[in-house]
């Protein structure tokens, strides 16, 4: 069965750091381009950033370049999203997703996106 587990969120104070971590089960994600995207209350799905199957090309979203990147280790069949100087309007439930089209590059557009976790919570509060 093909599964992707989100992990690493939590309660974290403005300015403060998480490191959000997608392991996938039944499948090899190097086979997959993975994207992270998040949905606040009320709000649509936004995608936040992505990364190719072996790591060539990346895409951010504008609102959060210069504090997130994401990276991706093949061996361990996971990819990492490293959220820097975070923002109350970085709360939101943050998924991640795997593409089997777009391996060599990929896009920051939901409907690509073939598999997805169920998400996890992350709230930015003082």
């Known amino acids: 069965q093909l599964q992707l587990v989100e992990s690493g969120g939590g309660l974290v104070q403005p300015g403060g750091s998480l490191r959000l971590s997608c392991a996938a089960s039944g499948f090899t994600l190097d086979d997959y381009s993975i994207g992270w995207f998040r949905q606040a209350p009320g709000e649509e799905r936004e995608g936040v950033s992505c990364?190719?199957?072996?790591?060539?090309?990346?895409m951010t979203a504008a609102s959060v370049q210069g504090r997130f990147t994401v990276s991706r280790d093949n061996a361990k069949n996971t990819v990492y999203l490293q959220m820097n100087n975070l923002k109350p309007e970085d709360t939101a439930v943050y998924y991640c997703?795997?593409?089997?089209?777009?391996?060599?590059?990929?896009?920051?557009?939901?409907?690509?996106?073939?598999?997805w976790g169920r998400g996890t919570q992350v709230t930015v509060s003082s």
């Open positions: 997703a795997a593409d089997r089209l777009l391996v060599r590059l990929c896009v920051l557009k939901a409907g690509q996106y073939d598999y």
């Open positions: 990364i190719s199957s072996i790591g060539e090309n990346t």
